[in-house]
């Protein structure tokens, strides 16, 4: 009988080791240039350029005349606020997901005009905001309430966190 107290010590060594394996894994499941989406529709995967700073989002999307159809532009801000856009020198339809601080779509404008000087309100308290391809999140099926995995979400508060 004696042989337990050996076992035991394989055994926290290999859970160790799966464990020290395990954990880069975690940590790759989000990075900066990828936005994850998932609700009741599934899930899908956009590799992103990641806009934070006002020039960059001043620019945006404009003059571009294709966007790959897993891509996308994604907007950070500082802190949660009313977004606005508009379509001026912007060549390609657009769908534009407005994210709160947790991660939640919380408004979607459809099939934004390539040129139109309207303009785009992405409501209240937006901490994200997401281009993509025209037409693609009714495609997907991507509604308000849609969860969005990023690094720019504080894990704290993240419905869908990193790692």
Known sequence: MGGGAPRTRLILRAAAMLLALAVPALARDCSDGRVDLRGPWGQARFTVEVVDSPQERAQGLMFRDSLP???????????????????????????????????????????????????????????????????????????????????AIAAATAVWPCG
């Open 69 to 151: 159809q897993s891509s996308g532009m994604l907007f950070v801000y500082g802190t949660p606020g009313r977004a606005s856009f508009w379509m001026k020198n912007t060549l390609i339809p657009l769908d534009i997901l407005f994210a709160d601080a947790t991660g939640r779509i919380t408004r979607i404008h459809r099939d934004a005009v390539p040129g139109d000087l309207s303009g785009i309100d992405g409501g209240p308290g937006v901490k994200l905001a997401i281009e993509i391809n025209g037409g693609l999140a009714a495609r997907l099926g991507i509604t308000e309430g849609t969860e969005v995995r990023h690094p």
